[in-house]
């Protein structure tokens, strides 16, 4: 669809309701004002992409088969069997996506590195020249940009093969494997790139991987789902301590032969979700602490601290796997920042003295139940994903636990956005002017502001995502980008959302949700 159509429909929009107010969202008249200068000089502010969701060319100038090619061709796993042999076709089309990035004024993008395009075959084959190049051609035409590259090592996707011999994340042997792609990396990249992040999320992997089974390789056991294979009790501890253990050799291995040259940054990123009780008791207070720990404080507390945090040692006894003394040596402190992905504010209820449903009354669960209504009404306005609401206080909250609990070591918010609920008879007008991403984003960047004026060391907001793209199972029908994608064209469009960031980033300032009912405002943006 061509600009001139975008206008057109624009303006029969804006013509056949001209009463329109788009200050209904939930921020309404009374939402809070944000500026770029509320936050601290040198602030990171960027968008976000991962290698599989965007790039497409899955078989092209070398790549080998991962993970997530080989589970999206399985009938039924994804949404509409839509897969990412395509998806928006990133590898041809970089050039004009990094010039999206730089039109909206940020000084910083987060990518991810296919392991499989550097990689085909794991440690077990040769490099992919083709692969080095793709990604060298990224980071020097962002850098020339003025946009510093912010690149995640492992995000989701991993060759196949790997699964194929040892079965990935369930092996030791997995660890030699990261390792040996993250210094390639290093090597090949790490003299221009000054952020790196080593997995992204391991706490959602071993969640949806190995104990829904909603995730390659699809393991999990009774009661959590149904799959051919998998103990859903076990399996995820297995993972995430050959994960950590991975994250911490390879940042062993960049602060001794990497950093001293190259002077970056290393660190992790986690699925952060912050719990408020469900019931005003004392139960469900030390639920919210149980479901804290055995979340985040699972990935984090190893890596600052040296092990396991204590609730999850109690409940999980032996079942939890150990550090030795010597793995204790380089996993503690094995991180220069926090990677803070946002999405979920949620009611805990405690199962440990409450019945809960099945599943939630397992050690592996913390003993702890998740929900985002009490008594019928929900914690905050629904979104496309059951679980993530609208509440902005969250993140006020969730940078608050961890600056508490881990001395206030350098955190970014690696990812944080909004899709809308999906509508019957969905029009192109109603996705291009998503007033409701604006408030979402103003209201939670407002939020952020106010923790960093506390005191905590917050240096980056990466807005997910720039364009509309695979959302893993949910597949193309769940939209958190700035830009729109046709998904028969691939032509990208911007919303309205796109023009806000734009000004906020660059004018130093945004836009009151309530100046959006304004005509002349919409006709001026679609440059009619």
């Not at 069997?81 to 940020?106: K, M, P, Q, W």
């Not at 990935?168 to 040996?180: A, G, I, K, R, T």
């Not at 949700?513 to 943006?525: A, D, M, R, Y």
Request: proline share 5%; aromatic share 14%; hydrophobic share 35%.
């Amino acid at each position: 669809m061509g600009v001139t159509i975008l206008r057109l429909l624009l303006l029969s929009f804006i013509v056949l309701f001209p009463s329109l107010s788009f200050a209904h969202g939930f921020g309404g008249s009374g939402e809070e004002n944000v500026k770029r200068s509320d936050f601290p000089d040198g602030f990171l502010f960027g968008t976000g992409t991962s290698s599989y969701q965007v790039e497409g060319a899955y078989l092209e100038d070398g790549k080998g088969l991962s993970n997530w090619d080989v589970f999206a061709h399985i009938p039924g796993n994804i949404v509409n069997n839509d897969n990412g042999d395509v998806a928006d076709d990133h590898y041809h089309r970089f050039l004009e996506d990094i010039d999206l990035i730089h039109s909206l004024g940020t000084n910083a993008h987060r990518l991810s590195i296919s392991w499989s395009r550097i990689l085909p075959r794991g440690r077990f084959g040769e490099v992919n020249p083709s692969g080095i190049k793709f990604y060298n051609k990224i980071i020097d035409n962002l850098l020339s940009k003025g946009i510093e590259p912010f690149v995640t090592l492992h995000h989701q996707d991993l060759p196949q093969e790997l699964q194929d011999r040892y079965q990935s994340w369930l092996s030791s042997q997995m660890q030699e494997d990261f390792v040996y792609f993250a210094e390639i990396c290093f090597k090949n990249f790490g003299d221009r790139v000054k952020y790196w992040a080593t997995i992204n999320e391991p706490n959602l992997s071993a969640d949806f991987s190995y104990l829904k089974g909603l995730y390659p390789p699809g393991h999990c056991s009774a009661p959590f789902g149904n799959c051919s294979e998998g103990n859903s009790d076990v399996e995820p501890l297995i993972v995430m301590h050959n994960m950590l253990l991975a994250h911490a050799k390879a940042v062993r291995l960049y602060r001794e032969l990497f950093q001293p040259t190259q002077g970056g940054s290393i660190g992790i990123v986690t699925y952060s979700s912050i719990y408020e009780p469900l019931r005003d008791d004392e139960a469900d207070r030390q639920a919210v602490s149980r479901a804290l720990a055995f979340n985040i404080a699972w990935v984090l507390d190893p890596l600052i601290h040296g092990d396991y945090p204590q609730e999850m040692c109690h409940y999980l006894g032996s079942s939890l796997p150990s550090f030795s003394l010597e793995e204790v040596e380089y996993v503690k402190g094995s991180i220069d920042f926090i990677g803070i992905n946002h999405y979920e504010t949620l009611y805990i209820k405690d199962c440990i003295y409450s019945a809960c449903p099945s599943g939630y009354d397992h050690p592996i669960r913390g003993f702890i139940y998740t929900t985002g209504e009490r008594d019928g009404v929900p914690i905050g306005e629904r979104t496309a994903i059951p679980s993530f609401f609208i509440v902005p206080r969250g993140m006020e909250k969730i940078v608050d636990y961890i600056k508490e609990r881990y001395n206030n070591s350098p955190m970014f918010v690696t990812e944080n956005g909004y899709a809308p609920p999906k509508q019957q008879d969905e029009q192109l007008q109603d996705l291009l002017l998503d007033v409701k991403r604006i408030s979402y984003h103003k209201a939670y960047l407002a939020a952020l502001a106010r923790v960093i004026r506390n005191g905590a060391d917050v240096r980056g907001y990466f807005l997910w995502c720039l364009m509309d793209n695979l959302e893993w199972k949910n597949g193309y029908t769940m939209r958190f980008g700035l830009y729109y994608v046709d998904r028969q064209t691939l032509q990208r469009m911007p919303k309205l959302s796109a023009k806000w960031y734009s000004d906020f980033l660059t004018n130093g300032t945004s836009q009151h949700v309530s100046s959006f009912k304004n005509k002349n405002f919409l006709l001026t943006w679609a440059g009619i």
